[in-house]
């Protein structure tokens, strides 16, 4: 599909890649107008490479005076790529896990009005999957599982992949000061896009895994990536079912989860007195504890069906972008 109408920007984080980045802006195609290169700091001085030696003119290199992160070095690229006029924003690392000849047909669906927003998914595909470490695999399986149910959209997987692509006008509705700086950013971006019921999609892709050395340790992600999941989980549920909407599955919700916890903390103290004292807890008594959960277990199926099938349909950038040409007329 041509991509000629659409004016497009690439942002890259810098930060130990010396050694693949040129091979990487190298493969960048002709339909890519802006490349900000960001230096994070890069120990490497990815930056001052690049500039040296690299003669293509759509490149830019910014820079950060301390190491921020991936997410904090995207955000600085996001900010310079709206200053110019692209109409869709890419992003991919410089690694050389992702492909950039890939880059058409991550950027189609958001071309037809059929995404807000695509990001890559590396296990679309039996064959893509191979080579991967077997570590990474089981790793990834929890986290698309923890953000299918913080962010609401239950169809994507793979949310840390970093090869994604966003309409200008959905971008500009982000908060980027808010968004992670470091490796919880595509998880916390993916919740910030569920706020605005921006439209996601996946896009099938094979990645490389060769010589690079991830400086994310597994173990110590565990934790934050743990809280800011269950953060994000309690803000979608507040704005989304008792601010901006309130509705049947908003009483389920108020109704189960309260009942579930109460049939169980009650079972859970009766069998204990009964152990305790040796005495067997009456009929009425065993009801009590299981009925409330019974109840409380349907409310909350029932309002997680209906979670799944509030997934955004409909992409939001054709109205967003006539939006913001109204208030831009205005203004002038």
Not at 51 to 80: I, M, Q, Y
Not at 252 to 278: A, D, E, K, R, Y
Request: net charge neutral; glycine share 8%; aromatic share 8%.
């Amino acid at each position: 599909m041509s991509t000629e109408q659409y004016a497009i920007a690439v942002v890259i984080p810098c930060y130990r890649v010396r050694h693949k980045i040129m091979s990487v802006i190298a493969a960048i195609g002709p339909e890519v107008e802006w490349i900000f290169a960001v230096d994070d700091a890069c120990p490497d001085q990815s930056g001052n490479f690049i500039e040296s030696d690299c003669s293509d003119p759509r490149v830019k290199v910014l820079r950060h005076a301390k190491n921020g992160g991936v997410g904090a070095a995207t955000c600085t690229g996001f900010a310079a790529a709206l200053l110019t006029g692209a109409d869709i924003v890419v992003k991919l690392d410089g690694d050389g896990q992702m492909d950039p000849a890939l880059i058409p047909n991550l950027i189609a669906a958001i071309i037809l009005g059929q995404a807000d927003f695509c990001k890559g998914n590396r296990f679309h595909r039996l064959g893509d999957t191979r080579g991967m470490p077997a570590l990474r695999m089981v790793g990834n399986a929890g986290l698309s599982l923890l953000s299918k149910i913080s962010t609401g959209y239950w169809q994507i997987f793979d949310p840390t992949n970093g090869f994604l692509a966003i309409h200008r006008s959905v971008l500009a509705e982000l908060d980027l000061k808010s968004l992670h700086p470091r490796y919880f950013f595509e998880s916390d971006l993916l919740a910030q896009l569920a706020l605005i019921r921006a439209r996601v999609r996946d896009l099938p892709m094979h990645a490389v895994y060769a010589d690079e050395i991830s400086s994310m340790r597994p173990l110590h992600v565990i934790a934050p990536f743990t809280y800011g999941h269950a953060r994000n989980l309690l803000r979608r549920i507040t704005y989304q079912y008792f601010v901006r909407g309130f509705s049947l599955a908003s009483i389920h919700l108020v109704l189960g989860l309260p009942m579930l916890l109460f049939g169980v903390v009650f079972g859970v103290l009766t069998w204990h007195n009964s152990i305790s004292t040796g005495i067997t807890a009456t009929a009425g008594t065993v009801m009590l504890s299981a009925l409330p959960i019974i109840l409380g277990v349907d409310f909350l199926l029932s309002w997680l069906n209906f979670d799944v099938h509030a997934e955004p349909r409909d992409a939001l950038w054709p109205m967003l972008k006539s939006r913001q040409k109204v208030i831009a007329t205005d203004i002038e």
